[in-house]
């Protein structure tokens, strides 16, 4: 039997059926999934997407149709039926019978027990994602919920809890560039993320300690949506290493096991601290990326385009952004002790070839960087003096210090 078709206000009520239900239940703004969960005809190979509630992705108008083969196109047609195939957030029907089922259990619990049912025994320091957070971990956590129930069964939480991890991943080369399989282990009775570059290898190539551990998913800069960043320590600078997996679940049981060993560390570390306290210091992302242009100390020499990554108080630059060291860091302090940032450039500077600079000063010295628009000008001054105006915690004064005296 054919779907009936819908006339425009038709359509119109089905839209306003669908914002209420995403004001009623928040946890369909993560999904997407058939208008035919709603209980309503389908209009033709029309669909909803739920990815984007905001509006950038949430319909799919039929001036879209013409477009289905032009490669700039937003929207990639599947005649499904009931399934939104726009090219970002488009969902394999698959699995639609245990989001049917989730959706029609909150329709007719509420949201808030819904909650209490699946989400009881969520760890304190599993991630819980947010609208901002890429795909893979919105869509995981949705699927740990409501297909594996892993917050309601503790021993499906094993693979991220054991304290213990081991397995293959795909890692980027660091002079080559290419992805080779290797072993990684995480242990959190050693404290250390380790990899071998042979499965029967003895040694291991590297070890990461988890007190200067972190990871954050970079599926745009890796090029896979499984794409994982791990940075650490090695003497006293930053290491890049970059990962993915195939398999979606995995990777993320690798990332939620990475925060596991960090908060077991940190309640060892901080006896006094509560969750709340520990939990925002498990893993981070990047406050900003990008490009600018830099010059050196005497600033006399020729800007250069590098990466630069904002992590906490320390900017790192780089010639490419998937090195697996920085050219160099720059500690960021805060404005009670002399860190100031300013939009533009000393008038004596030259050699730059963007327009909009930045200048940063320090105790010791000024920082001069150029930038190739003035909305990232101002999205960097941001992050700079978000950094600025918070007062310095006490171990970041040790961190300044190896700073100052780093050769």
């Keep these: 039997m054919q779907p009936k078709s819908l006339g425009n206000r038709a359509i119109s009520e089905r839209q306003k059926e669908l914002s209420a239900r995403i004001a009623q239940f928040p946890f369909l703004s993560l999904l997407s999934y058939p208008r035919a969960q709603l209980g309503s005809e389908v209009a033709g190979d029309q669909s909803v997407c739920l990815l984007d509630p905001s509006g950038g992705c949430s319909w799919a108008p039929s001036s879209h149709r013409g477009e289905a083969g032009r490669i700039n196109s937003p929207w990639r047609w599947k005649r499904r039926g009931t399934s939104c195939s726009c090219r970002t957030c488009w969902r394999d029907r698959a699995t639609t019978s245990a989001r049917t089922a989730a959706i029609q259990l909150m329709a007719a619990m509420g949201n808030s027990a819904a909650k209490a049912k699946y989400e009881q025994k969520v760890p304190a320091f599993y991630y819980r994602p947010t609208h901002t957070d890429c795909k893979l971990l919105r869509e995981q956590w949705i699927r740990a919920k ?19 991890r081991e397995g293959f991943l795909w890692k980027r080369g660091r002079d080559n560039g290419q992805f080779l399989s290797r072993k990684f282990v995480l242990s959190e009775r050693e404290g250390a993320l380790k990899y071998f570059n042979k499965q029967d290898a003895r040694d291991p190539k590297a070890i990461m300690k988890i007190e200067t551990l972190n990871a954050t998913f970079q599926p745009a800069k890796i090029g896979n949506p499984c794409g994982l960043q791990i940075t650490y320590l090695k003497d006293n600078s930053t290491r890049n290493i970059f990962v993915y997996h195939s398999d979606a679940k995995e990777m993320v049981d690798w990332f939620n096991a990475i925060r596991a060993a960090r908060f077991h560390y940190l309640q060892v570390a901080f006896p006094g601290a509560s969750d709340e306290e520990l939990v925002p210091k498990l893993t981070r992302s990047f406050m900003k990326e990008g490009f600018m242009e830099k010059t050196g100390p005497k600033h006399t020499e020729g800007f250069k385009k590098r990466w630069f990554t904002m992590d906490d108080r320390r900017l790192m630059y780089f010639k490419d952004p998937l090195d697996a060291y920085a050219r160099g860091e720059v500690f960021i302090g805060s404005k009670e002790n002399s860190y100031t940032v300013l ?16 200048t940063i000063v320090t105790p010791d010295r000024k920082f001069l960087f150029a930038c190739e628009t003035e909305a990232e000008q101002q999205d960097w001054i941001a992050a700079f003096q978000r950094v600025i105006n918070r007062p310095m915690r006490p171990q970041e004064y040790a961190v300044e210090a190896h700073f100052k005296h780093k050769p």
């Design 146 to 164: 409501y297909e594996r129930n892993e917050f309601e069964f503790i021993e499906k939480q094993e693979p991220y809890s054991a304290g213990y």
């Design 343 to 358: 939009a533009g450039l000393p008038p004596s500077t030259q050699g730059y070839h963007w327009n909009h600079g930045i």
